[in-house]
């Protein structure tokens, strides 16, 4: 073989080998890779609250102010159909256990306020939520990846579950 067929395969080689690289890179930067765990302290945030769904919280709730409460972190929105399902058993779970330091905070993403009302009062919900404008919380601090997603973080702002589908009653209460 000539110094020249070889060099061509060789050229061959190298950009399938980029490409492959490229494309990769492509994969992994659009995976939640830096998405927090299980373990992970949760990221702070602070969600200016909806006006008539601040449940005693003024108008933002901060997460690193809840330490030494167990917090349901919901991201949510009003089209999505397991939210739906789901919505009315965080309800239930605020409403049991508020008084012993449980918070649910709702995060409505990819949404309008308008919408969003319409939702939580068809479902009566009484907790925390608000717009997360432009996914700084859901898409840059969580890495979600849709709706609805759930994280819940201990006492000690620890996440102790992350749930990328529906919850439904019986895992509420088994945490």
Same mark, same amino acid.
């Given at each position: 073989? *000539?110094? #020249?067929?070889?060099?061509?395969?060789?050229?061959?080689?190298?950009?399938?080998?980029?490409?492959? %690289?490229?494309?990769?890179?492509?994969?992994?930067? /659009? =995976?939640?890779?830096?998405?927090?765990?299980?373990?992970?302290?949760?990221?702070?945030?602070? %969600?200016?609250?909806?006006?008539?769904?601040?449940?005693?919280?003024? &108008?933002?709730?901060? %997460?690193?102010?809840?330490?030494?409460?167990?917090?349901?972190?919901?991201?949510?929105?009003?089209? $999505?159909?397991? $939210?739906?399902?789901?919505?009315?058993?965080?309800?239930?779970?605020? #409403?049991?256990? #508020?008084?012993? *330091?449980?918070?649910?905070? *709702?995060?409505?993403?990819? &949404?309008?306020?308008?919408?969003?009302?319409?939702?939580? =009062? /068809?479902?009566?919900?009484?907790?925390?939520?608000?717009?997360?404008? @432009? @996914?700084?919380?859901?898409?840059? =601090?969580? #890495?979600?990846?849709? @709706?609805?997603?759930?994280?819940?973080?201990?006492?000690? *702002?620890?996440?102790?579950?992350?749930?990328? =589908?529906?919850?439904?009653? @019986?895992? %509420?209460?088994?945490?």
């Amino acid at each position: 073989m *000539g110094s #020249r067929k070889l060099f061509l395969i060789a050229s061959a080689l190298v950009v399938i080998l980029m490409g492959g %690289l490229f494309a990769t890179a492509l994969v992994l930067a /659009s =995976q939640p890779g830096n998405r927090p765990k299980v373990g992970d302290v949760a990221p702070d945030f602070s %969600l200016n609250l909806y006006k008539d769904y601040q449940a005693g919280f003024g &108008d933002t709730a901060k %997460l690193s102010d809840l330490k030494g409460k167990v917090v349901i972190i919901n991201f949510w929105a009003s089209w $999505c159909e397991p $939210c739906r399902d789901e919505a009315p058993d965080l309800e239930n779970v605020w #409403r049991k256990y #508020r008084d012993r *330091g449980l918070v649910v905070i *709702g995060i409505d993403e990819l &949404d309008t306020e308008a919408a969003a009302i319409r939702y939580l =009062q /068809s479902f009566g919900i009484s907790y925390p939520n608000g717009l997360d404008f @432009q @996914q700084r919380i859901g898409k840059n =601090q969580y #890495r979600i990846t849709g @709706q609805p997603e759930t994280f819940i973080v201990d006492k000690t *702002g620890v996440i102790r579950y992350v749930y990328i =589908q529906p919850l439904n009653a @019986q895992v %509420l209460n088994d945490v």
